[in-house]
Protein backbone atom coordinates (compact mmCIF):
# COMPACT_ATOMS: atom_id res chain seq x y z
CA UNK A 1 0.00 0.00 0.00
CA UNK A 2 3.54 2.14 0.80
CA UNK A 3 3.67 3.09 -2.95
CA UNK A 4 -0.62 4.18 -3.47
CA UNK A 5 -0.36 6.00 0.05
CA UNK A 6 2.94 7.86 -1.14
CA UNK A 7 1.37 9.30 -4.57
CA UNK A 8 -2.18 10.53 -2.43
CA UNK A 9 0.28 12.30 0.32
CA UNK A 10 1.90 14.10 -2.66
CA UNK A 11 -0.86 14.97 -4.25
CA UNK A 12 -2.28 16.54 -1.13
CA UNK A 13 -0.26 18.82 -0.56
CA UNK A 14 0.96 19.62 -4.11
CA UNK A 15 -2.02 19.01 -6.55
CA UNK A 16 -0.30 19.56 -9.74
CA UNK A 17 2.52 17.22 -8.98
CA UNK A 18 1.08 14.11 -11.00
CA UNK A 19 -1.65 13.40 -13.30
CA UNK A 20 -2.82 10.40 -11.83
CA UNK A 21 -1.83 7.01 -9.76
CA UNK A 22 0.32 5.59 -12.75
CA UNK A 23 2.32 8.90 -13.86
CA UNK A 24 3.22 9.22 -10.01
CA UNK A 25 4.66 5.80 -9.83
CA UNK A 26 6.42 6.41 -13.27
CA UNK A 27 7.69 10.17 -12.14
CA UNK A 28 8.85 9.05 -8.95
CA UNK A 29 10.64 5.89 -10.23
CA UNK A 30 12.54 7.59 -13.48
CA UNK A 31 13.48 10.46 -10.76
CA UNK A 32 14.32 8.59 -7.61
CA UNK A 33 14.54 4.80 -8.92
CA UNK A 34 12.49 1.65 -7.66
CA UNK A 35 13.15 2.08 -4.50
CA UNK A 36 11.62 6.00 -4.43
CA UNK A 37 7.88 4.87 -4.37
CA UNK A 38 8.66 2.79 -0.96
CA UNK A 39 9.35 5.88 0.59
CA UNK A 40 7.79 5.93 4.83
CA UNK A 41 7.41 1.88 4.08
CA UNK A 42 9.61 1.59 7.51
CA UNK A 43 7.02 3.86 9.41
CA UNK A 44 4.21 2.82 8.04
CA UNK A 45 4.56 -0.78 8.99
CA UNK A 46 5.62 0.28 12.51
CA UNK A 47 2.75 2.70 13.31
CA UNK A 48 -0.02 0.47 11.17
CA UNK A 49 0.84 -2.51 13.41
CA UNK A 50 0.96 -0.90 16.70
CA UNK A 51 -2.00 0.87 15.74
CA UNK A 52 -3.73 -2.06 14.62
CA UNK A 53 -2.99 -4.58 17.64
CA UNK A 54 -4.44 -1.57 19.70
CA UNK A 55 -7.38 -1.28 18.02
CA UNK A 56 -8.88 -4.72 17.09
CA UNK A 57 -7.62 -5.76 20.36
CA UNK A 58 -9.34 -2.78 22.24
CA UNK A 59 -12.42 -2.74 20.03
CA UNK A 60 -13.09 -6.38 21.54
CA UNK A 61 -12.13 -5.27 25.03
CA UNK A 62 -14.89 -2.25 25.02
CA UNK A 63 -17.44 -4.13 23.10
CA UNK A 64 -17.57 -6.92 25.78
CA UNK A 65 -17.27 -4.14 29.27
CA UNK A 66 -19.76 -1.68 27.47
CA UNK A 67 -22.15 -4.89 26.91
CA UNK A 68 -21.39 -5.44 30.59
CA UNK A 69 -22.56 -2.11 31.58
CA UNK A 70 -26.02 -2.36 29.73
CA UNK A 71 -26.85 -5.98 29.26
CA UNK A 72 -26.76 -8.08 26.87
CA UNK A 73 -30.25 -7.91 25.60
CA UNK A 74 -30.02 -4.30 25.60
CA UNK A 75 -26.80 -4.37 23.56
CA UNK A 76 -27.55 -6.27 21.02
CA UNK A 77 -31.36 -4.60 20.53
CA UNK A 78 -28.87 -0.79 19.89
CA UNK A 79 -25.75 -3.36 18.40
CA UNK A 80 -25.22 -0.22 16.31
CA UNK A 81 -24.97 2.50 19.05
CA UNK A 82 -22.57 -0.40 21.04
CA UNK A 83 -19.97 -0.76 17.56
CA UNK A 84 -19.73 2.82 17.65
CA UNK A 85 -18.76 3.66 21.11
CA UNK A 86 -16.53 0.59 21.35
CA UNK A 87 -15.01 1.18 18.03
CA UNK A 88 -14.60 5.23 18.92
CA UNK A 89 -12.57 4.19 22.11
CA UNK A 90 -10.67 1.97 21.00
CA UNK A 91 -9.08 4.23 18.46
CA UNK A 92 -8.79 7.35 20.74
CA UNK A 93 -5.93 5.04 22.68
CA UNK A 94 -4.73 3.82 19.51
CA UNK A 95 -4.21 6.95 17.93
CA UNK A 96 -1.53 7.65 20.82
CA UNK A 97 0.97 5.06 19.24
CA UNK A 98 0.00 5.91 15.30
CA UNK A 99 1.03 9.32 15.93
CA UNK A 100 4.96 9.65 15.73
CA UNK A 101 5.07 6.93 13.66
CA UNK A 102 2.29 9.00 10.79
CA UNK A 103 4.11 12.66 11.37
CA UNK A 104 7.53 10.63 10.26
CA UNK A 105 5.91 9.19 7.16
CA UNK A 106 4.25 11.78 5.64
CA UNK A 107 7.65 14.29 6.60
CA UNK A 108 9.30 11.54 4.68
CA UNK A 109 7.34 11.54 2.08
CA UNK A 110 6.46 14.66 0.85
CA UNK A 111 9.44 16.36 1.78
CA UNK A 112 11.79 17.70 -1.05
CA UNK A 113 14.36 16.44 -1.30
CA UNK A 114 14.24 14.02 0.93
CA UNK A 115 13.77 14.48 4.81
CA UNK A 116 15.82 11.10 5.67
CA UNK A 117 17.05 7.93 3.96
CA UNK A 118 15.78 6.18 6.69
CA UNK A 119 13.04 5.46 9.42
CA UNK A 120 16.15 5.56 12.44
CA UNK A 121 17.15 8.93 10.72
CA UNK A 122 14.21 10.01 10.07
CA UNK A 123 13.09 9.43 13.90
CA UNK A 124 15.96 11.26 14.80
CA UNK A 125 15.81 13.88 12.85
CA UNK A 126 12.68 15.04 13.35
CA UNK A 127 13.19 14.53 17.18
CA UNK A 128 16.27 16.39 17.04
CA UNK A 129 14.76 19.55 15.07
CA UNK A 130 11.28 19.82 17.13
CA UNK A 131 11.76 17.70 19.75
CA UNK A 132 8.97 15.22 20.95
CA UNK A 133 6.51 17.39 20.80
CA UNK A 134 6.75 17.28 16.65
CA UNK A 135 6.12 13.66 16.96
CA UNK A 136 2.06 15.06 18.22
CA UNK A 137 1.29 18.12 16.50
CA UNK A 138 -0.81 16.30 14.41
CA UNK A 139 -2.74 14.31 17.02
CA UNK A 140 -6.40 16.18 17.27
CA UNK A 141 -6.46 16.43 13.16
CA UNK A 142 -5.18 12.81 13.47
CA UNK A 143 -8.19 11.87 15.59
CA UNK A 144 -10.83 13.67 13.71
CA UNK A 145 -9.53 11.49 11.43
CA UNK A 146 -9.09 8.02 12.59
CA UNK A 147 -11.89 8.16 15.16
CA UNK A 148 -15.16 8.71 12.45
CA UNK A 149 -12.85 6.62 10.36
CA UNK A 150 -12.59 3.23 12.48
CA UNK A 151 -16.43 4.25 13.52
CA UNK A 152 -17.55 3.65 10.39
CA UNK A 153 -14.80 1.17 9.99
CA UNK A 154 -16.13 -1.35 12.51
CA UNK A 155 -20.18 0.02 12.35
CA UNK A 156 -20.25 -0.36 8.60
CA UNK A 157 -18.33 -3.87 8.81
CA UNK A 158 -20.66 -5.35 11.34
CA UNK A 159 -23.69 -4.41 9.30
CA UNK A 160 -22.65 -5.42 5.85
CA UNK A 161 -21.38 -9.06 7.60
CA UNK A 162 -25.45 -9.01 8.95
CA UNK A 163 -26.92 -8.01 5.74
CA UNK A 164 -25.04 -10.35 3.61
CA UNK A 165 -25.97 -13.09 5.62
CA UNK A 166 -29.48 -11.93 6.11
CA UNK A 167 -30.14 -11.28 2.38
CA UNK A 168 -27.40 -12.89 0.19
CA UNK A 169 -26.75 -16.53 1.93
CA UNK A 170 -29.60 -18.58 2.68
CA UNK A 171 -27.74 -20.85 5.86
CA UNK A 172 -27.10 -19.58 9.23
CA UNK A 173 -24.08 -18.50 9.60
CA UNK A 174 -22.43 -20.96 11.81
CA UNK A 175 -23.84 -23.68 8.70
CA UNK A 176 -20.79 -22.13 6.39
CA UNK A 177 -17.50 -22.91 6.84
CA UNK A 178 -14.32 -20.85 8.09
CA UNK A 179 -13.27 -20.34 4.38
CA UNK A 180 -16.75 -19.52 3.46
CA UNK A 181 -16.68 -17.28 6.15
CA UNK A 182 -13.25 -15.75 5.67
CA UNK A 183 -14.73 -14.65 2.40
CA UNK A 184 -17.30 -12.96 4.14
CA UNK A 185 -14.89 -11.29 5.86
CA UNK A 186 -12.90 -9.62 3.01
CA UNK A 187 -15.98 -8.50 1.35
CA UNK A 188 -17.49 -6.89 4.29
CA UNK A 189 -14.22 -5.26 5.21
CA UNK A 190 -13.12 -4.05 1.71
CA UNK A 191 -17.20 -2.49 1.10
CA UNK A 192 -16.33 -1.02 5.11
CA UNK A 193 -13.27 0.59 4.01
CA UNK A 194 -14.51 2.63 1.33
CA UNK A 195 -17.07 3.95 3.32
CA UNK A 196 -14.53 5.33 5.96
CA UNK A 197 -12.05 6.55 3.52
CA UNK A 198 -14.92 8.55 2.57
CA UNK A 199 -15.86 9.90 5.81
CA UNK A 200 -12.44 10.39 6.93
CA UNK A 201 -10.76 11.45 3.88
CA UNK A 202 -11.06 15.45 4.77
CA UNK A 203 -9.19 15.16 7.93
CA UNK A 204 -6.72 12.68 6.08
CA UNK A 205 -5.87 15.56 4.17
CA UNK A 206 -5.07 18.25 6.95
CA UNK A 207 -3.01 15.45 8.68
CA UNK A 208 -0.88 15.32 5.69
CA UNK A 209 -0.46 19.05 5.43
CA UNK A 210 -0.16 20.01 9.12
CA UNK A 211 2.67 17.39 9.38
CA UNK A 212 4.64 18.98 6.28
CA UNK A 213 4.82 21.81 7.82
CA UNK A 214 8.17 23.01 8.88
CA UNK A 215 8.42 24.32 12.74
CA UNK A 216 7.23 28.03 12.95
CA UNK A 217 10.16 30.56 13.36
CA UNK A 218 10.91 32.31 16.46
CA UNK A 219 7.73 35.20 17.15
CA UNK A 220 5.83 33.52 14.64
CA UNK A 221 2.58 31.14 15.48
CA UNK A 222 2.30 27.72 13.63
CA UNK A 223 -0.75 27.59 11.44
CA UNK A 224 -3.64 25.50 12.73
CA UNK A 225 -6.36 23.70 11.72
CA UNK A 226 -8.79 26.10 10.68
CA UNK A 227 -6.07 28.01 8.83
CA UNK A 228 -5.10 24.81 6.74
CA UNK A 229 -8.89 24.21 6.17
CA UNK A 230 -9.40 27.45 5.03
CA UNK A 231 -6.56 27.79 2.90
CA UNK A 232 -7.42 24.28 1.35
CA UNK A 233 -10.84 25.26 0.45
CA UNK A 234 -13.85 22.94 0.08
CA UNK A 235 -12.05 21.01 -3.37
CA UNK A 236 -8.38 20.87 -1.81
CA UNK A 237 -9.67 18.98 1.03
CA UNK A 238 -10.91 16.06 -1.47
CA UNK A 239 -7.45 15.72 -2.96
CA UNK A 240 -6.55 12.62 -3.42
CA UNK A 241 -9.36 10.58 -3.03
CA UNK A 242 -9.32 8.20 -5.61
CA UNK A 243 -5.82 6.15 -4.56
CA UNK A 244 -6.70 6.62 -1.03
CA UNK A 245 -10.35 4.40 -1.78
CA UNK A 246 -8.25 1.99 -3.74
CA UNK A 247 -5.88 1.71 -1.05
CA UNK A 248 -8.20 2.14 2.57
CA UNK A 249 -11.24 -0.28 0.58
CA UNK A 250 -7.81 -3.29 -0.39
CA UNK A 251 -6.50 -2.89 3.12
CA UNK A 252 -9.31 -2.34 5.29
CA UNK A 253 -10.51 -5.97 3.49
CA UNK A 254 -6.77 -8.06 3.92
CA UNK A 255 -7.01 -6.22 7.71
CA UNK A 256 -10.48 -7.75 8.64
CA UNK A 257 -9.06 -11.13 6.68
CA UNK A 258 -5.99 -11.50 8.75
CA UNK A 259 -7.75 -10.81 12.04
CA UNK A 260 -10.26 -13.50 11.53
CA UNK A 261 -8.26 -15.91 10.29
CA UNK A 262 -6.33 -15.54 13.31
CA UNK A 263 -9.41 -15.91 15.36
CA UNK A 264 -10.47 -18.57 13.68
CA UNK A 265 -6.78 -20.44 14.01
CA UNK A 266 -7.01 -19.53 17.57
CA UNK A 267 -10.63 -21.62 17.85
CA UNK A 268 -12.32 -18.04 18.19
CA UNK A 269 -15.38 -17.56 15.55
CA UNK A 270 -15.29 -14.94 12.79
CA UNK A 271 -16.66 -11.08 13.81
CA UNK A 272 -20.24 -9.82 13.09
CA UNK A 273 -23.15 -12.14 13.53
CA UNK A 274 -26.65 -12.72 12.32
CA UNK A 275 -29.98 -10.44 13.00
CA UNK A 276 -31.21 -13.62 14.86
CA UNK A 277 -27.66 -14.51 17.05
CA UNK A 278 -26.82 -11.86 19.99
CA UNK A 279 -23.04 -10.27 18.87
CA UNK A 280 -21.81 -10.59 22.73
CA UNK A 281 -22.89 -14.33 22.98
CA UNK A 282 -20.11 -15.53 20.76
CA UNK A 283 -16.96 -17.63 22.17
CA UNK A 284 -14.77 -15.41 22.86
CA UNK A 285 -16.98 -13.33 25.43
CA UNK A 286 -17.82 -16.80 27.02
CA UNK A 287 -13.87 -17.36 27.52
CA UNK A 288 -13.31 -13.85 28.79
CA UNK A 289 -16.52 -14.51 31.55
CA UNK A 290 -15.07 -17.98 32.58
CA UNK A 291 -11.19 -16.36 33.59
CA UNK A 292 -13.38 -13.88 35.47
Known amino acids: MTPLDLVKCRLQIKPNLYKGIFDGWKTIIRSEGFGGVMVGFGPTVIGYSLQGVGKYGLYEYFKFKYSEIVGESNAHQYRAFLYLTASASAEFFADILLCPWEALKVRQQTSYPPFAQGT ?82 PADVIVSKLNNLPKSEAGKSQPGLIDIAKDLGIKGVWRGLGPRIIMIGTLTGLQWLSYDTFKVYVGLPTTGSTEQTAPLLTKEHELIKKEK
Open 120 to 201: IEGFQKLKSLEGFSGFYKGIVPLWGRQIPYTMMKFTSFEGTVELIYKNFLTKPKDEYSKLQQLGVSFAGGYIAGVLCGLVSH
